[in-house]
C-alpha cells in the first residue's frame, strides 16, 4: 500500500519560509511523478507543484512560481517542497501525492499523503 508522509507544516508570519518534506514508502519511487496539492477548507484543491523523482523536472502553479521550490532526495524516498516569501494566502492543507497527472487542464493524482497545515499570518 502507497504511504505518503508529509511533515514540515507550521504557522509562520508572511515572508517567512517553511520546508514541507515527503517520505514516500511501500511503493516503486522511481521516476514517478509526485507533487503537491492544497486546499482550504470549504474550497477546491489547488495544484501546486510536481516533480519528476527520475530527471528532476518541475512545474509549479502560478501563484507559487517563483516562490515554492520543488526538489527530491532520491536516497531517501523524499521529496521537499521549499516555501519562501510565504503569504496569508498560501494558508492551507498541504497534500503530497504520487503518479501526479494532467488530463483536460485539471491536475489530480493517484495516492495522497494526509497533509500538514501550513498557515501564514499577516
Known amino acids: 500500500q502507497v504511504q505518503l508522509a508529509e511533515s514540515g507544516g507550521d504557522s509562520v508570519q508572511a515572508g517567512g519560509s517553511l520546508r514541507l518534506s515527503c517520505v514516500a514508502s511501500e511503493f516503486s519511487y522511481t521516476d514517478k511523478w509526485m507533487g503537491w496539492f492544497r486546499q482550504v477548507s470549504g474550497k477546491e484543491r489547488e495544484w501546486v507543484a510536481t516533480?519528476?523523482?527520475?530527471?528532476?523536472?518541475?512545474l509549479y502553479a502560478d501563484s507559487v512560481k517563483g516562490r515554492f521550490t520543488a526538489t527530491r532526495e532520491n536516497a531517501k524516498n523524499t521529496v521537499y517542497l521549499q516555501m519562501n516569501s510565504l503569504k496569508p494566502e498560501d494558508t492551507a492543507m498541504y497534500y503530497c501525492?504520487?503518479?501526479?497527472?494532467?488530463?483536460?487542464?485539471?491536475?489530480?493524482?493517484?495516492?495522497w499523503g494526509h497533509g500538514t497545515q501550513v498557515t501564514v499570518s499577516s
Open positions: 516533480i519528476h523523482t527520475g530527471g528532476g523536472a518541475t
Open positions: 501525492a504520487t503518479d501526479v497527472r494532467q488530463r483536460a487542464g485539471r491536475w489530480n493524482a493517484e495516492h
